[in-house]
């Protein structure tokens, strides 16, 4: 979208929810941010930073269990790290770590991993989805 | 939004009961859940043909050659944002033969817990959300506006009201059953739960109270609510009990195992076509493209061998649907045809009301006899299968044992083949992939709505709902509100 508004010289901005799909706060948190408050800022793929301005592997409650290297060998295995299952928490920034999904009842990462639907070249850039990059 | 005006509908042919063939198109046929366009001649206040034209092409089994086969399970459940929970459901089951591995006892009780809740879901949504505009008549704003200018409601002013409440409690209770299936699932779309081997988190004590307080919620409105208010509109259009037949075949793959072996499930697996019943046997699954705008050297293929070609320049095609067959025949998928093929026991609400309202004495479901291929049929068999899951959803709660393992690991296999069949909320789902060199060499989807949304086969048959519409009553052709009744009643 952005690429045909630069084309065609259309000056209306473009705000980016990334994600598959999209969590119904960031959805209703932009609009509501644009009413009440103008745009909100944006990151260089044109996301508000509000919901995609931190990593959430550098927030994960189980960043611990990388650091000293504890690895999850299957999904069910939780005290541990889930990077080499194929998390892409890495590589993705967005609030699910501490927003959680459906009324925050669970999230991926809590309950297998993250595949970074909210990452520009999604689905490709994150496949295969259930190995470590 | 409701009530969409026919497109092409000649200035000429308002009138009731005109002898002359009047052919307009349906398009878009609004509140379902893809898309669709439906043509249909009327004579005589009737529907006397029917085209059912899906124009969009998909293509993700393009998408997913040549990918790690694991992958499957999370893209194909992009195929629905309704039933994703169906999709990889149907994937993992397909993963599972391919690499050699059954989920184990907890895992399977999970699977079943989370698409159960998801069943629970898409059904509240079809009845309230998609179909019931259709009989309920809400207040003159939006969503209940635009509606046809004949739109035949005829609910009391209390029944109506009772109805635009539920309506509403409806979308709080929806959101509950997402939550329901994110408690296990990870989250509601597109789970992260569902993969391969079984089930990504063992259930936490914790986890099993908040699906249970939750499902009770759920399951109330279920049996109070959603079950009454169906028969309350079957009673008020009792015409609609006879209208829509179609082919009266049907299809179910079987859902939801009771045993390890998944040798056992709530729905049956099997076929019922010309008044028999017979065993289901998927090598006579055939899929035709004639009228589908797919490369014609590809038809009558089973999916083991299909072949997504597309061809849109193909004469005569009006289709992006295929139109897969039974033994040749067009089959029906989807509630009614679950209920039908199972057989079970109707539901306390359901019995008193057949008997109270209809004089029918009815213990099971085959014993509403042709009335169960109708419009309001299809609403009943949909309503009475809420209704059962929901009771056998609370003993499957009770199987689950939190801290027991709900995975079973495995490798990718260099060469393998796997057939994935369950059921969608809206019919019969299959999965197949064929996996060569550790990666995707081929996989189909046939789908719930291919089933029934399809256009006539190479044998000139019409598809299922094509069928169905013949003889449904028209009597104002810019008013056809019964072509949107039927077409819904299918929940494609």
């Known amino acids: 979208v952005s690429q045909v508004y630069e084309q065609e010289n259309i000056q209306t901005p473009v705000i980016n929810v990334a994600g598959c799909p999209p969590h119904p706060d960031w959805m209703v948190g932009t609009l509501a941010h644009v009413l009440l408050y103008g745009l909100p800022e944006l990151d260089s793929d044109g996301r508000p930073k509000l919901f995609f301005g931190r990593n959430i592997h550098e927030n994960c409650p189980y960043r611990g269990y990388y650091e000293s290297w504890t690895m999850s060998e299957t999904f069910t295995q939780k005290e541990a790290c889930r990077y080499q299952l194929g998390c892409k928490g890495p590589f993705t920034n967005a609030d699910c770590w501490k927003r959680r999904w459906n009324n925050g009842v669970n999230w991926c990462v809590e309950n297998s991993i993250c595949i970074g639907c909210v990452q520009s070249g999604f689905p490709d850039a994150a496949s295969p989805f259930y190995l470590a990059m | ?492």
């Open chain 2, 1 to 492: 939004m409701a009530g969409c005006k026919p497109q092409a509908a000649p200035a000429a042919a308002g009138a009731a009961g005109t002898r002359e063939k009047v052919k307009f198109s349906v398009d878009p046929l609004t509140r379902i859940e893809g898309h669709l366009k439906m043509e249909v001649e009327v004579q005589d206040s009737k529907v006397v043909n029917a085209w059912s034209s899906g124009g969009m092409f998909r293509g993700f089994e393009k998408i997913l050659q040549g990918r790690d086969p694991r992958d499957a399970s999370q893209l194909t459940q992009r195929i629905c944002g309704v039933c994703p929970t169906a999709h990889a459901t149907a994937s993992v089951l397909a993963l599972d033969q391919a690499f050699g591995v059954k989920p184990p006892a907890n895992g399977r009780v999970a699977r079943n817990l989370i698409f159960g809740a998801n069943y629970l879901q898409s059904h509240l949504l079809h009845f309230y959300h998609l179909a019931a505009l259709d009989y309920v008549q809400g207040p003159d704003v939006a969503p209940f506006v635009p509606r046809y200018d004949n739109p035949d409601l005829r609910l009391t002013e209390e029944e109506n009201s009772i109805g635009v409440d539920q309506y509403l409690e409806a979308l709080e209770v929806r959101r509950i059953c997402h939550e329901m299936v994110a408690l296990f699932g990870g989250r509601m779309p597109h789970q992260q739960g569902l993969v391969v081997g079984g089930v990504t988190e063992i259930p936490s004590a914790d986890k099993i109270v908040g699906y249970l307080w939750r499902f009770k919620r759920v399951k109330e409105f279920v049996q109070d609510k959603y079950l009454p208010l169906v028969y309350t509109i079957g009673k008020a259009y009792a015409d609609l009990l006879r209208t829509g037949v179609g082919w009266k075949n049907c299809i179910g793959y079987g859902v939801f195992p009771l045993d390890d072996a998944q040798s056992k499930h709530l729905h049956k697996p099997g076929v019922y076509i010309d008044g028999q019943d017979y065993e289901l046997d998927t090598e006579q699954i055939k899929e035709y493209v004639k009228y589908s705008w797919y490369k014609q050297e590809t038809t009558g293929l089973n999916f083991r061998k299909g072949r997504t070609e597309p061809d849109v320049d193909k004469s005569g095609a009006y289709s992006f649907i295929k139109a897969p067959r039974y033994r040749d025949k067009p089959v029906e998928a989807g509630p009614l045809a679950r209920m039908w093929i199972s057989n079970p026991e109707l539901s306390p609400v359901g019995k008193k009301k057949l008997k109270e309202e209809f004089g029918l004495n009815a213990k099971r479901f085959r014993d509403l006899g042709e009335l169960a291929f109708s419009i309001m049929g299809r609403h009943v068999a949909r309503a009475e299968e809420t209704y059962m899951l929901a009771e056998r959803m609370e003993n499957w709660l009770q199987e689950l044992e939190p801290g027991k393992e709900t995975y079973t690991q495995s490798q990718v296999p260099d060469n393998a083949e796997g057939l994935g069949l369950t059921e969608a909320p809206r019919g019969a789902l299959l999965h197949y992939i064929d996996i060569k060199d550790r990666v995707i060499n081929n996989y189909q989807v046939v789908s719930a709505t291919i089933w029934n949304a399809n256009p006539r086969d190479d044998m000139e048959q019409r598809g299922p709902i094509e069928q169905a519409l013949i003889n449904v009553p028209v009597g104002d052709v810019n008013s056809p509100v019964n072509v949107g009744r039927l077409v819904r009643a299918f929940d494609p």
